[in-house]
């Protein structure tokens, strides 16, 4: 009976253990900016340092997530109100041709950029807030509105 228990309380440890590492993957994706290597839709290769001439927010996307889709128009209408304080970017690890079809039956101005690295996000989308440095100021997992994206860019 104790062997029972004794290997009963191991693998609840275990699954508890792995629950946790699930779960901060999912609440903490990977949004380290240095490690992206980014290109715009007519493949001109996109440098941090044109990205982060001011704070950067970065809306990490993809054409087949319900939420992502939703959500552009909150972009599309916040993008005048904060363009003097930052710069707007959405990032796809998709084709280029899957973005370029995209954009092409939507009506947005936003800047569309493919990342050459897959993201490593197990949900999305992850909005970000960056420095001018590129450091992480805030981040958004799930869905964000405008007061959210307004709330973010007051933390700079």
Request: charged share 20%; net charge positive.
């Amino acid at each position: 009976m104790k062997k029972i228990l004794f290997i009963s309380g191991g693998l609840l440890i275990a699954a508890a253990l792995v629950v946790v590492f699930f779960v901060n993957k999912i609440t903490n994706p990977d949004t380290t900016l240095t490690n992206l290597q980014l290109e715009d839709l007519s493949g001109k290769k996109i440098s941090q340092q044109e990205l982060l001439q001011k704070p950067l927010l970065v809306n990490y996307w993809a054409t087949w997530c319900a939420p992502c889709v939703e959500e552009l128009p909150v972009f599309e209408n916040i993008q005048s109100k904060i363009k003097d304080k930052v710069n707007l970017v959405l990032i796809s690890d998709e084709s280029k041709g899957i973005v370029q079809n995209f954009k092409n039956k939507k009506n947005y101005t936003f800047p569309y950029l493919l990342s050459k690295n897959k993201l490593n996000f197990s949900v999305r989308p992850v909005t970000v807030l960056y420095n001018k440095k590129g450091e992480l100021v805030a981040q958004t997992v799930g869905s964000i509105t405008e007061e959210g994206i307004l709330k973010m860019i007051e933390k700079l």
